[in-house]
């Protein structure tokens, strides 16, 4: 106790020393030399002079902005009320320069309500009011200057974090879009695009569930990024159809200006997996959503009906005068009559040159007569359309004839002409289809030292084509070939592709499983789903194996 009674009195002179002015307190800071000051005493003199100036400002930045409606609200009363002025001193003469200002006393500096209210002026006798009682009045245009000036100020300031924080993210979101508040809903789309060229770049780099993450994380930012449900549902059709196919229903009707890419992209899907029903129901709609591939999507619904080997649509559908073209109503008959075993009824109608200006009728007349084993019959008719036949249908009908006539020489003749000059996807696609449907090895052996001479261009056509080549090659069951073509789709897809080993063993009959639908949608994937316009198999190939491998059979039933 007497130790502390002796140290508090010296501890007190020493600070006193210490804060004294320069030249005073020399003595006491003799006696002090060399002692040690608590910390806590020197802190608190030190860092008090420090804040106060501080914690005035603020004080007084809050009485400013609370000033600038308080005091005019007050001053406009006043105006329009009359009685004691708010903000002058009612002790005074209400007259201008003489009167003290009230509203000032209590902030930090007084001076500082002058930007309040500008009728506060320095006198000799200190801050007073410029103008009498009666002039008093409010500044609500200043105020308005320096709320709104402040709000602005403020406004820039998140608005530039926040462009900082989306751009260091990556976000590719442009600067009007974080400024102008009617824009903000593209921020979204610009992280659902940061999503989508995450997706892609997985992609690029064969990481495909990363790719379905990021693109799951794209959609469900933005369900209106068609880009990535696109995609999305692509990726999806073979581990979660169901998933996949609930994706396209949306993407239809959510993008009707893209859907007859989507409905393609839907169908090839459905029909790799042999969802045959789905495919009657989505070509039904499509016939009537888009009039201009109503003949394709024709085709898809008749296939459709032919596998499932369900005939009640057809006969409905004829059933309803209304609701059937009059230029179709022959084929739709001719069908039925052929699902039925009306094989003479229909014959009619098969060998007659149509005068519709439709290539569709033409080419289903040849395609049935050529399944019927027909094929003198398919040749006239082809003869007698000519030019109406497309080029590419011309020429597979021919070999396809030929095949079934047993015309080796003209069918020869025919593949080496088409592969005289360098053979391009386009051919590669054509040869592969009619090899599907009639395997011949010394014709294959023709295309594939051909393409072995001059390979395809790495394009997606050529790759495509090669995944033709692969299908022709399994057909003919020839090992060593399907190896080396699986070598080629690998090195250009960059992937291990472990589907094509399936379809190997499918092909060479090693599978446990006969059904095609096993490895058939990994095969009708989009050779780059960032890129969804071409699929890997052609179109009239899948249907050429599935005419293979599940040929559609007659109806015992009797006609109605």
Not at 89 to 95: F, L, T
Not at 304 to 328: C, T
Not at 332 to 349: H, K, V
Not at 362 to 376: C, D, M, T, V
């Amino acid at each position: 106790m007497r130790d502390a009674a002796r140290v508090l009195p010296e501890a007190r002179r020493t600070v006193a020393t210490l804060l004294a002015p320069a030249g005073q307190g020399e003595p006491q800071a003799a006696a002090t030399r060399g002692m040690r000051l608590p910390a806590n005493d020197i802190a608190g003199h030190l860092i008090a002079p420090t804040l106060a100036p501080v914690r005035g400002w603020l004080s007084d930045l809050f009485r400013f902005y609370w000033g600038l409606f308080y005091w005019n609200i007050r001053k406009t009363v006043f105006r329009l009320r009359g009685g004691h002025c708010p903000c002058q001193s009612p002790s005074d003469s209400g007259k201008g320069g003489e009167t003290q200002c009230e509203a000032c006393l209590s902030w930090d500096r007084p001076k500082r309500f002058r930007r309040v209210c500008p009728l506060l002026i320095e006198t000799p006798a200190g801050l007073r009011c410029a103008v009498d009682t009666a002039q008093v009045r409010p500044f609500w245009g200043r105020a308005s200057a320096y709320w709104c000036g402040t709000l602005a100020a403020v406004y820039l300031g998140l608005v530039l974090a926040v462009f900082a924080g989306l751009r260091v993210i990556g976000y590719p979101v442009p600067f009007r879009v974080v400024a102008w508040p009617p824009a903000w809903h593209r921020i979204n789309e610009s992280r659902a695009l940061y999503f989508l060229n995450q997706g892609r770049v997985a992609l690029q780099n064969n990481r495909v569930r990363e790719a379905v993450f990021a693109l799951g994380i794209a959609y469900e930012i933005d369900p209106r990024n068609y880009h990535a449900g696109l995609i999305l549902a692509q990726l999806w059709q073979t581990t979660q159809p169901q998933l996949s196919d609930k994706l396209y229903a949306q993407l239809l009707v959510q993008h009707p200006e893209s859907g007859p890419a989507t409905a393609q992209l839907w169908f090839r899907a459905l029909l790799a997996r042999g969802e045959f029903d789905r495919v009657r129901q989505l070509a039904a709609q499509q016939m009537q959503a888009d009039p201009r591939e109503a003949f394709s999507w024709l085709h898809a619904w008749l296939f459709a009906v032919r596998q499932s080997r369900d005939f009640a649509p057809l006969r409905d559908w004829l059933a309803q005068p209304q609701a059937v073209p009059p230029a179709w109503r022959a084929l739709l008959t001719t069908e039925l009559q052929l699902r039925t075993g009306q094989t003479t009824a229909a014959l009619p109608w098969l060998r007659r040159v149509q005068s519709e200006n439709a290539p569709y009728f033409a080419y289903y007349q040849i395609r049935q007569l050529l399944s019927l084993a027909r094929a003198q019959e398919a040749l006239s008719l082809i003869e007698a359309y000519g030019a109406r036949l497309p080029d590419n249908d011309r020429v597979a009908f021919r070999l396809d004839a030929y095949a079934l006539l047993g015309w080796s020489s003209l069918r020869r003749s025919d593949v080496e002409l088409l592969l005289t000059a360098p053979p391009t996807p386009a051919v590669v696609d054509l040869l592969a289809t009619h090899l599907v449907r009639h395997p011949d090895a010394e014709l294959l052996a023709v295309l594939y030292r051909r393409v072995q001479q001059v390979p395809l261009p790495e394009t997606i056509a050529g790759y495509r084509a090669y995944c033709a080549l692969f299908c022709a090659v399994g057909m003919a069951k020839d090992a060593v070939k399907l190896r080396e073509v699986t070598a080629i789709i690998q090195k250009r897809s960059g992937t291990n592709f472990r589907a094509l080993g399936q379809a190997e063993e499918f092909f060479l009959g090693k599978s446990a499983s006969t059904r095609l639908t096993t490895f058939l949608p990994v095969l009708t994937l989009p050779v780059r789903p960032t890129v969804p316009v071409e699929t890997t198999l052609p179109l009239e190939l899948t249907y050429a194996l599935f005419e293979h491998y599940a040929p559609p059979v007659a109806s015992a039933a009797t006609p109605r």
